[in-house]
């Protein structure tokens, strides 16, 4: 309870102090974040309407597979992404491994089945509605995908921020594409870690805070934004 | 060119060893307003969907005087329980506009022109969601009649309404009818079909069994089975 306590007072001293250290990580954390969230929309949105609304062969196989791939061990594909960006791997030619860079492409592959998986069922449910109508007004492929997306924007916010929560708490992965280096690819969970193992718990705690904090904010911000709360679903 | 006559020859829709309809052969032309009556699963809708296109055939054709892709943006379509975009009023009119490429400006402008002659102005820039169901139906009407179509299709459009959103839905479809849109509605209200139906179309187990003028059918009905419907005996 002390520790607790004693990371909450730690992280507010930091805080207050703009702790140099603590805003770079706090920083490198967000743009890494950031970024491979917008990646992940971009692909998985378009790909989540395009599950909706064609039909084809393989259409449950992809869904039962995004689906399960919800569940991927972070480990693992921190593991596979480390093999093919590692010097005798295909692009170890590129240079990417321990950059940030790795760690977006880490996280892209993380989050970008939880955002897809999240947005088919919302646009499943709109496309129930939208069906007969975009039909008959005889629209084609990508106006239907767009105006699904369009329409459906808010609830995708949603399934983006759930690839963002889960992408700024990311540690396996990107601990090991990124190697905790500091001043390079130490972000606020791989700092939590390191701390954790030297026994530093109230900065370790201090830093979770922070943490946890961020993700708040960004949600709050977001919701506030697109006024998700005031308007309702239309 | 334009898009009438429309015509089905041996048109059928089986769907899981089901049959909907057919086959049914008709031809559509001229000006004024087809009725569709026929009990509650009759095939009414399914002869509607099937004419516009959105009800693939199972056998048959349904031809227009034009191409297919040009016939689909000459016709609009109304279904029972309107179906609104989650978007605003204005949206919900110019939608249609925008997807042939008119420019969004004057898209706007002729929104905001139908949204006055169907009377929903006052709720212009506000979500569809908070209109009745009355304004609802008139905006799904709107926005079908915006693109000016050859040819609209109503599925019962009035079946939820009350006595004076019908009637302001009926004033529409008149003055839509004067202005030259072939009209093909179905209903379930004998009186409605008797004030704005030219002709009726009777459909009984997917078949159609009278396509009559609508005075002639309402006064002397040729089949057993549209005899038995005009009494209220219960027709299967």
């Known amino acids: 309870m002390t520790d607790i306590w004693e990371g909450l007072l730690h992280a507010f001293r930091m805080l207050l102090a703009l702790d140099p250290d603590l805003v770079e990580i706090t920083f490198l954390s967000f743009r890494v974040t950031l970024t491979a969230v917008v990646i992940a929309s971009v692909i998985a949105l378009p790909l989540a309407a395009l599950l909706v609304v064609r039909r084809f062969r393989a259409r449950r196989a992809v869904i039962a597979i995004l689906n399960a791939l919800m569940g991927l061990p972070p480990v693992v594909v921190g593991l596979i992404v480390y093999i093919l960006l590692s010097r005798s791997g295909p692009f170890g030619v590129m240079g990417l491994l321990f950059t940030p860079t790795a ?7 993380i989050i970008l089945p939880l955002i ?64 905790n280096i500091d001043h390079a690819t130490r972000v606020l969970t791989t700092a939590i870690a390191l701390e954790t193992g030297k026994g530093d718990f109230a900065l370790a705690l201090a830093l979770g805070f922070v943490l946890i904090a961020l993700a708040i904010m960004v949600n709050i911000a977001i919701h506030w934004l697109t006024r998700t709360e005031t308007e309702g679903r239309w | 060119m334009g898009l009438l006559p429309l015509v089905a020859e041996g048109a059928m829709v ?28 009759s095939g009414k809708t399914s ?22 892709d040009e016939a689909r943006k000459k016709q609009g379509f109304v279904f029972q329980t309107p179906k609104l975009l989650r978007r605003s009023v204005r949206d919900n009119l110019t939608y249609p506009l925008i997807l042939l490429g008119v420019a969004k400006s004057e898209a706007r402008e002729k929104a905001a022109e139908w ?3 169907v009377g929903i102005e006052h709720a212009f ?6 209109l009745s169901g009355g304004e609802r139906q008139k905006l799904a009407l709107a926005r079908a009649l915006i693109r000016e179509p050859e040819v609209l299709f109503l599925d019962e459009p009035c079946s939820s309404l009350d006595g004076r959103a019908t009637r302001e839905i009926e004033e529409i479809l008149i003055s839509a009818s004067n202005a030259g849109t072939r009209i093909m509605m179905s209903t379930h209200n004998m009186g409605q079909a008797k004030r704005l139906g030219d002709e009726v179309i009777f459909v009984l187990d997917g078949k159609l069994l009278e396509f009559r003028a609508a005075g002639a059918f309402f006064e002397a009905p040729e089949t057993a089975q549209a005899r038995a419907f005009l009494r209220g005996d219960i027709v299967e």
Not at chain 1, 103 to 109: F, L, R
Request: aromatic share 4%; charged share 20%.
């Open chain 2, 125 to 130: 820039m506000q979500p569809a969601r908070i």
């Open chain 1, 116 to 179: 897809a998986s999240i947005a088919h069922q919302s646009l499943r449910e709109l496309w129930s509605d939208y069906h007969d109508l975009l039909i008959s007004l005889n629209t084609t492929q990508r106006q239907r995908i767009v105006t699904l997306i369009w329409d459906g924007r808010r609830a995708l916010l949603t399934a983006a921020l759930a690839g963002f929560g889960r992408a700024i708490g990311e540690v396996g992965a990107i601990m090991i594409v990124g190697g």
């Open chain 2, 115 to 117: 949204a006055e002659r």
């Open chain 2, 47 to 68: 002869l509607l969907s099937v004419l516009h296109g959105t009800l693939r055939l199972s056998g048959g054709d349904v031809r227009w005087a034009c191409p297919l």
């Open chain 1, 103 to 109: 760690m977006i492409i880490a996280q892209v592959i």
């Open chain 2, 14 to 41: 089986r769907r899981r060893g089901k049959h909907l309809i057919g086959p049914v052969d008709l031809k559509l032309e001229g000006a004024g307003v087809t009725m569709v009556v026929g009990p509650n699963g």
